[in-house]
Nanobody, 117 residues
Framework: QVQLVESGGGLVQAGGSLRLSCAAS????????MAWYRQAPGKQRELVAA???????KYEDSVKGRFTISGDIAKNTVYLQMDGLKSEDTAVYYC???????????WGRGTQVTVSS
């Protein structure tokens, strides 16, 4: 099992920045893919960014150039640096762990990000 605990959400003005953290209960080096998803009211949950154990990353088109996903193996923590925030980034952000290819196996409880325009 993997426990995931997110932190770092909050209220920020448009154009501002936030950094989300996801602390895992085991080494992230042993996890195939760590990812951040988000879900806005009335919308489906969507993938925002992902990082593989080898270090490769991918991003949803609307966040490319604004968000950066990274991992700290020593701290078993994955980060999502969010810059240039827009009101449409408002959502609950979830951390997820994919142990084997096929989608997330474990989820965090989520952290709210609200961007005021």
């Amino acid at each position: 099992q993997v426990q995931l605990v997110e932190s770092g959400g909050g209220l920020v003005q448009a154009g501002g920045s936030l950094r989300l953290s996801c602390a895992a209960s085991r080494s992230i080096f042993t996890i195939n893919v760590m990812a951040w998803y988000r879900q806005a009211p009335g919308k489906q949950r969507e993938l925002v960014a992902a990082i593989a154990s080898g270090g490769s990353t991918k991003y949803e088109d609307s966040v490319k150039g604004r968000f950066t996903i990274s991992g700290d193996i020593a701290k078993n923590t994955v980060y999502l640096q969010m810059d240039g925030l827009k009101s449409e980034d408002t959502a609950v952000y979830y951390c997820a762990a994919d142990l084997e290819e096929g989608g997330p196996d474990y989820w965090g409880r989520g952290t709210q990000v609200t961007v005021s325009s």
